[in-house]
């Protein structure tokens, strides 16, 4: 009892308990949506959006430069502010240019591949996830936990009621029920924003920051746009290739079936994994400058992580099909192909991407990239497979079984450094 008490009363629980809590909400609230929005509408409609978010996913990387991963690790308030500021300029600019070129693309090459409906909507949606990425970074720094909670709950919230009202039947037809699923998340996402911009006041933060402390934070933290954005870049691009690639010579149904089942299967492990990836980050990063153990606290949370996610990955395993069948209506049952072939994936990357910090924090960013590199050439030869034999099913076999080897590999160097570093300490 008293155990239970200590727990209860530590920072690390409450903070625990605000981020999972706001996430579980937030994602809860998307994945009860998708009861509905399955209803109202197609395989093809949901087809679309994944290959509309599958380009934000990847471009996304870019506009930030990844600068808002270094906000935790900056020496000062003063610091963190400055390189704050550096992504959100960096972020401004590259949307601009995203603009442009989709503007480009849209009128002047009407049969072009980057002509989508939904192109106009990219930049936009860039450019409020960029701002979002690096308020939720400063606002990790300074343990406000429970404000990042409340905006993702804001965002999913506004969003999941624009879909519903995009789908609406008498919508059926027009130009905004088949942009309805993305225009919602858009306005989500920009719903998100309001929230950081109103407390950000509160922060106290300097506002003097020069041009010149932006300059000495960019060559300060230039690993980050070195080999942290190229590494998720290419990790982003080669994960959305079915979506990017295999897109442009399967059906559109059947890539929104395959949609389905990566939605059904990372949104519940995502619920948990930006949550602690964001906690653990702060604790771990905080530990390790002042050169205190941490391998207790990454065993436990391996530990927990599996024991309590290993039966319902197997229910889901066994019963994938059914499930989805009965939640979302009988034409979804055929995700059941695909859930079976990500779960062991996924199993695996509940726990590596949670730990993917580490790299940040002891400075391996150039080792990680080379895991990424290998993944990428996988994943293209799963893609080619698929394409060369026609057979999509078999492209997404091949496509899970290469993240699982790599995550396999990621997840014991990650074990690795954490060894090293102890090693070290002592």
């Known amino acids: 009892m008293q155990l239970i008490q200590t727990i209860r009363k530590s920072t690390f629980f409450k903070d625990g308990v605000a981020l999972i809590g706001g996430n579980v909400w937030a994602q809860g609230i998307a994945f009860a949506a998708y009861l509905v929005l399955a209803r109202l509408y197609t395989p093809e409609d949901f087809g679309l959006y994944n290959i509309f978010y599958s380009y934000i996913e990847v471009l996304i990387i870019v506009s930030t430069c990844k600068y808002e991963m270094s906000v935790v690790l900056a020496d000062n308030d003063r610091e963190a502010v400055a390189v704050s500021r ?143 954005m190229p590494k998720d870049l290419i990790n982003s691009f080669s994960y959305n290739l079915p979506f990017l690639w295999l897109a442009l010579y399967f059906d559109k149904a059947e890539v929104g079936l395959f949609g389905m089942a990566l939605t059904c299967t990372f949104r519940p492990i995502n619920i948990f994994n930006s949550a602690f990836e964001r906690l653990m980050y702060v604790r771990v990063a905080e530990k390790v400058r002042t050169r205190q153990t941490i391998k207790s606290d990454i065993l436990r949370f391996f530990k927990i992580v599996n024991l309590v996610a290993f039966p319902l990955f197997v229910v889901a395993f066994l019963f994938g099909d059914t499930i989805l069948g009965f939640l979302f209506g009988g034409q979804w049952s055929e995700c059941g192909y695909y859930i079976r072939c990500l779960l062991p994936w996924v199993f695996v990357m509940l726990t590596s991407t949670s730990l993917m910090f580490l790299s940040n924090v002891f400075s391996r960013q150039r080792t990680e990239f080379g895991f990424y590199i290998a993944l990428l050439l996988l994943r293209i030869v799963a893609v080619l497979a698929g394409i060369y034999s026609g057979d999509f099913r078999l492209a997404i076999l091949f496509f899970s079984l290469a993240g699982l080897a790599v995550s396999v590999a990621l997840l014991a160097w990650y074990l690795h450094l954490v060894n090293r570093y102890e090693n070290s300490a002592e």
Do not use: W
């Open 86 to 228: 550096l992504a959100l300029r960096i972020n401004t600019i590259v949307s601009c240019v995203i603009l442009t070129f989709s503007l480009v693309c849209y009128f002047l090459f009407p049969f072009s591949v980057f002509n989508y409906s939904f192109s106009i909507l990219i930049a936009p949606m860039v450019f409020f996830c960029g701002t979002s990425r690096v308020y939720a970074a400063l606002f990790n720094r300074f343990r406000q936990f429970g404000q990042i909670a409340f905006s993702e709950v804001a965002g999913a919230t506004t969003g999941v009621v624009a879909k519903v009202l995009f789908g609406l039947p008498r919508l059926a037809g027009l130009a905004i029920h088949s942009l309805g699923l993305s225009l919602g998340t858009v306005l989500g996402r920009a719903a998100s924003n309001i929230n950081y911009l109103i407390r950000k006041r509160k922060l106290h933060l300097p506002r003097d920051i020069s041009g010149a402390e932006c300059g000495a934070v960019a060559r300060k933290f230039r690993n980050f746009p070195l080999f942290t």
